[in-house]
């Protein structure tokens, strides 16, 4: 199980933190990625972190603004959201899976419900 948190309201060019926590089985894994959808558009992949891979992946449209990081003790991966933007308003979800980094969230084998963030 997934849950994420953190989301909310905030103004533009503040900052947030969301948190995606990962409890018994789907705390075993290799990949976590965080995806955001707005309504009426795909989902997009933000970022991904992958265990024994020390980059993360930061997609183009947030690289500089986002950073994202793992707690491997607390099974809780970060994503650190600094400068946002109104674009940057939709549900943010994070997935995660024991053995690939997929491109697609509906790929991975575990999903949280998401956390909306709101900039304005």
């Known amino acids: 199980q997934l849950v994420e948190s953190g989301g909310g309201p905030v103004q533009a060019g503040g900052s947030l933190i969301l948190s995606c926590a990962a409890s018994?089985?789907?705390?075993?894994?290799?990949?976590i990625s965080w995806f955001r959808q707005i309504p009426g558009k795909e989902r997009e992949r933000v970022s991904t972190?992958?265990?024994?891979?020390?980059?993360?992946y930061i997609a183009d449209s947030v690289k500089g603004r986002f950073t994202l990081s793992r707690d491997d003790a607390k099974n809780t991966v970060y994503l650190q959201m600094n400068s946002l933007k109104p674009e940057d308003t939709a549900m943010y979800y994070c997935?995660?899976?024991?053995?690939?980094?997929?491109?697609?969230?509906?790929?991975?084998?575990?999903r949280g419900q998401g956390t909306q963030v709101t900039v304005s």
């Open positions: 997935a995660a899976d024991p053995n690939y980094c997929y491109s697609h969230y509906e790929e991975f084998n575990y």
């Open positions: 972190i992958n265990r024994g891979h020390g980059v993360p």
């Open positions: 018994d089985q789907s705390s075993k894994t290799t990949c």
